[in-house]
């Protein structure tokens, strides 16, 4: 530009139309941050070359086999349930908190030294801690009762959940969806009359409230074997992964209405059962592995339909190396899937990370979750804030828990 060539008072114009460009353009971008900082940030993933098991082991307080656990994704504690069986026959059962940032067991929350055990069902809604009690009245003959810690830094029951089940009908340690953040879950409730008719239905588990009862009379896909579940908090609809089993079969997603109370299925891509699944509500994707064949699969839940199918890292496509519990982390937008043998390393477990697309973004290796001895199904529990986590092991007798970083 020939600036030098130009007057002083054009030079002097010029100058006012830039600074007043500059302030336009200052407002403008204040104008935008402000904008764009009303809305919630999806932070990008970037892989952490840190990541993998971490240092801090939590130790069930009395060295019982641990009977389910979960962490509260909005605070600091975490929730563990064992139960050891004593020289005299009983079994020494209890509820215990831990704090995540040192493994610590910070408090007994309950306790008994009869015939009755305490399962955790998971942290729901904002920091609920949700406990069942098995109590035995005579031989086979049980009472299930269902406790609140509400909220779980308080360290003890204050509430109670009554869901409309009956006595016929059992909910599993994995039968309620691992929904934090969002008021509500999905619940599915096994048939123990050998009717083989679940019921699934919606709660509010700190308010003790229930969406319809929906009972699944005209299908067989998910009545011999309770499915594993996922809450769309989106279009409140329940997606039950299911299927008759059979090796090399298509597997078969149950879905529920919650508001309306109505069930459609449809069919999937994969082979067996669906061992996992999640999904993201935001995104109306839901992410799932297959027992068969070792594969992660990627829906559209609008269409219900698949769009992405993976097989884990080295697996060859063998059901040895089949995946397990699926988790979304919505603040980072991955899924992390659970391996109990890993196909990527020479032994123990792995965990894998996908981004919504199917994308992988991580490979952790160096754990030791096998589902063999476990009475609740190994779980991965995660903090989306600070990309860590607690998942079982690595003991093999269940009676740790082992943090991780992704």
Partial sequence: MPYLRQSSA??????????????????????????????????????????????????SKFGGQIYGFDIDQNGTEGVLTEAKIQSNGNVLAAVETFDQGTGKILDVVAS?????????????????????????????????????????????FNGMWTPPIGSQHIIMPDGVSHNQGTTDVGVFAYDNSGAFQPWVFESNVAANTFGPVVKIKDSNNFGSVPPPIAFDSVTNQIIMGGGNGCFGCLPVFGFVD??????????????????????????????????????????????????????????????????ADVEFDPVNKVFLVAQPESSSAGSGSSIYVYDTQGNLQETLNGFSFSNAFNVVPMYIAIKPSTRTGFVNGPSSGVTELQSFTY
């Fill in 112 to 156: 008994t030294d009869t015939q009755d055990d305490y399962i955790t069902m998971g942290v729901v809604g904002a920091s609920v801690g949700l406990i069942e009690r098995e109590h035995e009245i005579s031989f086979l003959h049980l009472k299930r009762i269902f406790q609140t810690i509400n909220p779980l830094s308080g360290n003890k």
């Fill in 258 to 323: 919650a508001v309306n109370g109505t069930f459609s299925e449809a069919e999937g891509v994969g082979f067996g059962f669906i061992n996992g699944i999640a999904v993201d509500s935001a995104d109306g994707i839901y992410c799932t592995t297959t027992e068969d064949d070792a594969t992660v699969e990627f829906y559209n839940l609008s269409t219900k339909t698949a769009f992405g199918e993976v097989l884990l890292p080295g697996s060859g496509g063998q059901q040895f190396f089949s995946g």
């Fill in 10 to 59: 054009k030079i002097e114009r010029r100058a006012d139309k830039l600074d007043l460009k500059r302030l336009s353009i200052a407002a403008a971008a204040l104008l935008l941050l402000a904008a764009v900082s009303a809305y919630p940030q999806t932070k990008k993933f970037e892989p952490n070359p840190e990541a993998g098991p971490g240092p801090i082991i939590v130790h």
